[in-house]
């Protein structure tokens, strides 16, 4: 169970195209979903906090315009990069936490590698 | 400011003997401990948590201590395997669903 599903894998395009990332929870109803950028050889920083049906909660330094965050559905949080440039090339992950009281781990997709050229 | 470290970037152990992983954090205000596991272009896996109610919890060959007035989390594996070399992760969050805060990782070799 708690299986997160992230697509594309990976992400090769031009200077100036945004880019579309889709974090599923498969079988279970995430009402949190959780974006990360994860740069070489360092750990993971979370970007925003996207909550189903209401605006995501950017970190500090994160740029909302820049990164777009949709969570349309329990299932569904979707990250959009636009006009990315070559500075945005890096790992992208969600995660997924399920719904009920008390402590739950957040489960992780298998993350989007973006190459911007 | 990293509120979670993991002092160790790296730890090579030999195949069936234990390894020890390690992790402090200086937020007085985390109340819940995670340990994921990651492989190179994956995302990462979750292994073992534990809240600040306890200072142990055990889940086969994992094992999580926790020290909260060293604010200090260990990982143990035994017997360690082949299988688990990968980065290990450290998190913390300050209440239940909230946001993870990642150490830095270890990288675990495990020789065979």
């Known amino acids: 169970g708690a299986v997160v599903s992230q697509h594309p894998s990976r992400v090769i395009c031009k200077s100036g195209t945004s880019v579309k990332i889709e974090c599923r929870s498969l079988?279970?109803?995430?009402?949190?979903m959780f974006w990360y950028r994860q740069f070489p050889k360092q750990s993971l920083m979370l970007m925003a906090t996207s909550n189903e049906g209401s605006k995501a909660t950017y970190e500090q330094g994160v740029e909302k315009d820049k990164f777009l965050i949709n969570h349309a559905s329990l299932t569904l949080s979707t990250l959009t990069v636009t006009s990315a440039h070559p500075e945005d090339s890096s790992f992208y992950i969600c995660?997924?936490?399920?719904?009920?009281?008390?402590?739950?781990?957040?489960?992780f997709g298998d993350g989007t590698r973006l190459s911007i050229l | 400011d990293q509120q979670v470290k993991q002092n160790s970037p790296s730890l090579s152990v030999q195949e069936g003997r234990i390894s020890i992983l390690n992790c402090d954090y200086t937020n007085s205000m985390f109340d819940y401990f995670l340990w994921y596991k990651k492989y190179p272009a994956e995302g990462p896996t979750f292994l073992i948590s534990i809240s600040s109610i306890k200072d142990k919890n055990e889940d086969g060959r994992f094992t999580v201590f926790l020290n909260k007035s060293a604010k200090h989390l260990s990982l143990h594996i035994v017997p360690s395997q082949p299988g688990d070399s990968a980065v290990y992760f450290c998190?913390?969050?300050?209440?239940?669903?909230?946001?993870?805060?990642f150490g830095g990782g270890t990288r675990v070799l495990v020789k065979p």
């Open positions: 998190a913390a969050s300050g209440a239940a669903g909230n946001k993870l805060t």
């Open positions: 995660s997924a936490r399920s719904g009920g009281a008390g402590n739950q781990p957040q489960h």
């Open positions: 079988d279970f109803q995430a009402t949190t």
